[in-house]
Nanobody, 122 residues
Framework: QVQLVESGGGSVQAGGSLKLSCTPS????MGWFRQAPGKEREFVAA????????YYAESVKGRFTISRDNVKSTVSLQMNSLKPEDTAVYYC???????????????????WGQGIQVTVSS
């Protein structure tokens, strides 16, 4: 059951930027995951409800920035310096509690979006 809605995906050339958004995030612990064709779903980034804790996968560190606006109940993923290997369906996910060291464990999230395509061409 889809409970979150992503927006902002699309196609871009390598080196370009895209910004994904996800709503409603409430005060949930929020994460972004992605799944490329033929690959397992992988963790991308996560942020706690109060923004004090932020986590990134090594592959996106320094290029992607996760943020949230709790007034607008929105979580965003700013993606810069995109590479062809960033091509995937991106999913936002939410958990009603602080996940701590389990931030990258998809099964710990209880709400998911339907996914949005991001395509990066070389």
């Amino acid at each position: 059951q889809v409970q979150l809605v992503e927006s902002g995906g699309g196609s871009v050339q390598a080196g370009g930027s895209l910004k994904l958004s996800c709503t409603p995030s409430g005060r949930d612990f929020m994460g972004w995951f992605r799944q490329a064709p033929g690959k397992e779903r992988e963790f991308v980034a996560a942020i706690s409800g109060g923004t004090a804790n932020i986590y990134y996968a090594e592959s996106v560190k320094g290029r992607f920035t996760i943020s949230r606006d709790n007034v607008k109940s929105t979580v965003s993923l700013q993606m810069n310096s995109l590479k062809p290997e960033d091509t995937a369906v991106y999913y936002c996910a939410g958990a009603p509690r602080f996940l701590g060291d389990n931030y990258s464990a998809g099964h710990m999230y209880e709400k998911w979006g339907q996914g949005i395509q991001v395509t990066v061409s070389s």
